[in-house]
């Protein structure tokens, strides 16, 4: 690797220095909204590069797990000032790059820097018990050491709030790490990492590779010196990276799909219903994992819940995110938009009903960009692909039912289980609910999509590998368990 300025080309961070990719191959990054806007190139990394990345953290790690948490925790209380004072620079390269709004772009940046602070402040808090030993004479307690090196992989529906809140416990608790960005976010991330330079971490402790996943992923996959991964993705890409871990004893945690059913119940506010399925299915282009794309309603209030909904969608004004007035964003990009595509085809094939949307959107503003229209389709059945697989995009499935209870049962029907919503005023129906829905996230008259940084976050079934990110909840999978017996 060869140390060059950092100019259009961002260049990966290893060892405290931006260094430039031998491969000498890069990708433009290209706004979704308008793909003659540029915003960089991203390099094409290699295997030798991601290892030695690795490298570097693995040494660097030894002295920082030696810091007090709360000399950690002062780094991440800079980089958490940093991100602060570049914000709106920060917000406007991520709508940029991958299309959500500015005011979206805004509010996760501000999420970013939060999640820096709560997790500064855990370097004060308590990492370990006193547990009684039967012998008297003796002390035993744990304690939570760090897990080593840590890849980190990560997609780009979030490209702030995810790193962040995957690398700021992974720091705190006095891991070093090597992040992998999705490619159609990297330049964000890079900026991010701008702020963990400027923060003054020592060299080595946070590292960026960019580039391909199934050569930088699949790299830290495979590298003995890499402890652990978290990875946020899809599916079919984090089983992979989990038998990897598995199969060379790391340890891994998953977050993956979703396809997150909403409950109107027949005695539901309509009005905040409507609103909450508005804001669930269709923000930052229904690109969230916990975005709502199944929304079951009862039959007495089916009708009115509908009308409510089209008169809604029809008032949401798509384009380009930089905009004010736009509430819409376009796909990330365009292999994004032809999934959505071809799940409305799908709906279609399938003998659901389009009743609002479907196309991509043409003309003056659009042409140049990856835009589709909100879309609503209904009779929708529990057995059709739309009603089953993650579409990642601005696409309801309405679904129409006679009972509270059958409404619970095609809510489960689903390989996934990240967050669920119902909407009532029934108590007993809040409390099945809680019970029996099969989520890691389970909502209460408000959308489905929203987490909140200080609580547990992820999912059942096919929606993770069973571990928490987020919160207290963190520190389980970024530290392992020592137990100490003293004489
Ligand atoms: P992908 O799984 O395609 O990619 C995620 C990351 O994995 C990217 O950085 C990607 O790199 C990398 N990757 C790809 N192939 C490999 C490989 N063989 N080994 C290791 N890493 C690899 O997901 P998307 O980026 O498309 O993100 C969308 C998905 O993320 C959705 O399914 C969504 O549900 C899920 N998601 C889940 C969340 C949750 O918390 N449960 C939150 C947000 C999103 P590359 O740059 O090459 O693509």
Request: hydrophobic content about 45%; glycine content about 10%; overall charge negative.
């Given at each position: 690797m060869t140390v060059e300025t950092k100019k259009e080309t961002y260049l990966n961070y290893v060892n405290g220095a931006w260094v430039a990719s031998t491969s000498g191959e890069t990708k433009p990054s290209l706004n979704p909204a308008n793909t003659k806007d540029v915003i960089g190139y991203v390099q094409m990394s290699t295997k030798e590069e991601t290892d030695q990345a690795v490298a570097h953290a693995k040494v660097a790690q030894k002295a920082w797990k030696k810091l007090s948490g709360n000399d950690r925790g002062t780094f991440l209380y800079k980089a958490a000032d940093v991100l602060e004072s570049r914000l709106d620079e920060i917000a406007e390269c991520m709508t940029r790059e991958m299309g959500k709004t500015l005011p979206e772009a805004k509010g996760e940046t501000a999420r970013g820097i939060a999640i820096l602070r709560y997790y500064a402040g855990e370097g004060l808090r308590k990492v370990g018990d006193v547990i009684p030993s039967t012998d008297s004479k003796a002390l035993m307690f744990t304690s939570r050491v760090p897990l080593g090196v840590v890849g980190v992989i990560t997609p780009w529906n979030f490209p702030v709030a995810i790193p962040i809140w995957k690398m700021a416990p992974a720091l705190i608790y006095g891991n070093?790490?090597?992040?992998?960005?999705?490619?159609?976010?990297?330049?964000?991330?890079?900026?991010?990492?701008?702020?963990?330079?400027?923060?003054?971490?020592?060299?080595?402790v946070v590292n960026m590779v960019t580039g391909s996943g199934s050569v930088i992923g699949q790299a830290l996959t495979d590298n003995p010196d890499v402890n652990g991964i978290t990875f946020t993705g899809s599916n079919g890409v984090g089983k992979g990276i989990g038998q990897g871990c598995l199969a060379r004893g790391a340890k891994y945690q998953l977050e993956m799909g979703g396809k997150n059913p909403v409950i109107v119940a027949a005695d539901a506010d309509i009005d905040l219903a409507v609103d909450s399925t508005i804001s669930g299915a269709f923000r930052s282009t229904g690109q969230k994992c916990t975005a709502t794309s199944r929304v079951i309603v009862e039959a007495a209030v089916y009708e009115?819940?509908?009308?409510?909904?089209?008169?809604?969608?029809?008032?949401?004004?798509?384009?380009?995110?930089?905009?004010?007035?736009?509430?819409?964003?376009?796909?990330?990009?365009?292999?994004q938009l032809n999934t959505v595509l071809h799940y409305i085809e799908k709906g279609k094939e399938e003998g659901a009903t389009l009743l609002a949307g479907g196309n991509r959107l043409t003309g003056e503003g659009y042409d140049n960009g990856f835009f589709v229209e909100p879309t609503i389709f209904e009779n929708v059945t529990s057995d059709m692909t739309i009603?089953?697989?993650?579409?990642?995009?601005?696409?309801?499935?309405?679904?129409?039912?006679?009972?509270?209870e059958n409404a619970l049962t095609i809510a489960n029907d689903v390989e996934f289980g990240l967050s669920a919503s119902i909407f009532t005023s029934n108590i007993q129906s809040m409390l099945s609910f809680v019970e029996d829905m099969e989520a890691g996230l389970v909502?209460?008259?408000s959308e489905s999509?929203?987490?909140?940084?200080?609580?547990?976050?992820?999912?059942?079934?096919?929606?993770?590998?069973?571990?928490?990110?987020q919160g207290e909840a963190a520190k389980e999978f970024f530290t392992s368990i020592k137990t100490v017996f003293v004489k």
């Open positions: 070093s790490i090597v992040i992998k960005p999705a490619q159609e976010a990297a330049i964000t991330l890079a900026k991010v990492i701008e702020c963990f330079e400027e923060a003054g971490f020592p060299a080595g009115t819940f509908k009308e409510k909904l089209l008169a809604k969608t029809a008032e949401i004004t798509v384009g380009d995110g930089l905009e004010s007035g736009i509430w819409m964003g376009p796909s990330a990009s365009e292999s009603a089953q697989e993650e579409i990642f995009g601005p696409v309801i499935a309405l679904i129409q039912v006679n009972s509270l909502r209460i008259n999509a929203g987490v909140e940084l200080q609580a547990p976050f992820g999912g059942m079934k096919q929606s993770s590998s069973h571990s928490r990110e």
